[in-house]
């Protein structure tokens, strides 16, 4: 009898333990987390690692790090269900999700400089520091290079500027201004592209705050002073800078549960407060989260409603 009923609570156990187990493994889910392309996959894998272990930790999930060869599959994967929040959104990228469907993610707050708490950078045009160049009316019959269609400061806005200030379009040439213009794939890209001859001058995009020699508080010098090319702004020299464009938001899909989506908010706004470093890095420089709301991005959105096809 006594033995018979060792085995029933030794059973019973068991069971319990397997149950409790599987239901732990049932409540892990996985979270996609969405890494727009046009830099170094690498790098930018290993700038969100600290990201995804702070998420596996807080949410009990398994965060995916879903980094795209292009803007276009983070887009994609937005509005496919493939990709759960984007940290760091281009705001064109995030004018076209809207422009698709206005419903499919919400904003959960946007950029802003640790230092003066400011929430807009800019697009500027690089050249060689050793180059002639000193303004755009220098790089007249020259190949400059921009990021990709879907980038703000890499294309929509200087695409803007240049139709306004030089006529034409980007398939033209700006009106044969330019002797050729091409689409590097990336902001890392244009950066190296100058670097390497390939192009006379592209744009890529910087918030101007901060220190020069420092690459500035934010953006994409920041990011390749601090993956490998420390002597960068000796090297290069900005000629052309845009008017301020809005900080790119944070955003998450729509699709997820309301309780789970406001779990994510949370841990997101918590990865920033007790892990600012962490934070940083995901988002190449000294930001923080700020609120904003789709109103900021509206001019964003007109823009991109009016452009059609590259033109």
């Not at 000796?234 to 008017?243: A, F, G, P, T, Y």
């Not at 962490?278 to 009016?306: D, N, R, W």
């Amino acid at each position: 009898m006594k033995l018979n009923k060792l085995v029933f609570i030794s059973t019973s156990l068991f069971i319990s333990t397997v149950f409790f187990s599987n239901a732990m493994a049932e409540e892990r889910r996985e979270l996609n987390l969405g890494i727009l392309g046009g830099q170094n996959a690498t790098q930018q894998i290993g700038n969100n690692q600290c990201v995804k272990e702070f998420f596996d930790k807080h949410l009990n999930v398994d965060t995916k790090l879903r980094n795209a060869s292009d803007y276009a599959g983070v887009i994609q994967g937005l509005l496919g269900g493939s990709v759960d929040l984007v940290i760091s959104f281009s705001p064109s990228a995030f004018a076209t999700v809207y422009l698709k469907d206005p419903n499919a993610v919400e904003i959960v707050g946007t950029m802003a400089d640790d230092n003066d708490g400011s929430t807009g950078y800019h697009s500027v045009m690089v050249v060689k520091s050793d180059s002639p160049y000193q303004s755009l009316e220098d790089l007249k019959g020259k190949h400059v290079g921009f990021a990709e269609a879907d980038s703000t400061s890499g294309f929509l806005i200087p695409d803007y500027e240049f139709k306004k200030q030089l006529g034409g379009t980007f398939d033209d040439n700006y009106n044969q201004y330019f002797s050729k213009v091409t689409f590097s794939g990336g902001h890392e890209q244009d950066i190296l592209g100058v670097l390497n001859g390939q192009f006379d001058a592209a744009v890529t995009w910087t918030n101007l705050k901060g220190d020069p020699q420092k690459g500035y508080n934010s953006g994409a010098f920041t990011r390749m002073m601090n993956n490998g090319y420390p002597n960068l702004m000796n090297d290069i020299r900005v000629i052309w800078q845009s008017e301020l464009i809005p900080n790119e938001p944070i955003v998450i899909s729509n699709r997820l549960e309301p309780e789970f989506k406001q779990q994510v908010i949370d841990a997101i706004k918590k990865l920033d407060k007790e892990d600012h470093a962490c934070f940083q890095k995901a988002v190449s420089g000294s930001l923080h989260i700020e609120p904003t709301t789709v109103e900021a991005y509206m001019p964003i959105i007109e823009l991109k409603k009016g452009v059609s096809g590259r033109g």
